[in-house]
């Protein structure tokens, strides 16, 4: 791999065999291993997050991301709408069918 890397937002994505139901494909590695960056989708769901896991930052390609922060209104993003999540936040995190987003994020 190059140093620059191309993020194909229309890629396939495979199944994620570590999360069931969620598709992903993470062409990009930084130099710590624990910062990548790819394109995700996932089924229609809705999760609740008592800690959110990681830093993230999103770019949402088609569908509707709706988060909602414990005791605050609901934000929602959708194509073209750009968001970052830090780690630790409790939210509902709820995504309409085809939804499908790049990310980068910073696994610590």
């Known amino acids: 791999m190059g140093n620059i890397v191309r993020i194909d937002s229309n890629a396939n994505l495979p199944a994620d065999p570590s999360a069931p139901g969620e598709y992903c494909v993470t062409p990009f590695h930084g130099d710590d291993e624990k910062?990548?960056?790819?394109?995700w989708s996932a089924?229609?769901?809705?999760?609740?997050?008592?800690?959110?896991?990681v830093d993230e930052v999103c770019?949402?390609?088609?569908?509707?991301i709706t988060l909602t922060e414990v005791g605050k209104a609901?934000?929602?993003?959708?194509?073209?709408?750009?968001?970052?999540?830090?780690?630790?936040?409790?939210?509902?995190?709820?995504?309409?069918?085809?939804?499908?987003?790049?990310?980068?994020i910073l696994e610590s």
């Open 74 to 104: 609901p934000e929602v993003f959708t194509s073209g709408d750009a968001f970052g999540l830090k780690k630790g936040t409790a939210l509902n995190w709820t995504q309409d069918p085809d939804t499908r987003k790049i990310f980068v």
């Open 59 to 64: 770019v949402v390609l088609t569908g509707k």
């Open 35 to 39: 910062f990548i960056a790819g394109v």
């Open 43 to 53: 089924d229609p769901t809705s999760v609740d997050f008592d800690s959110y896991p």
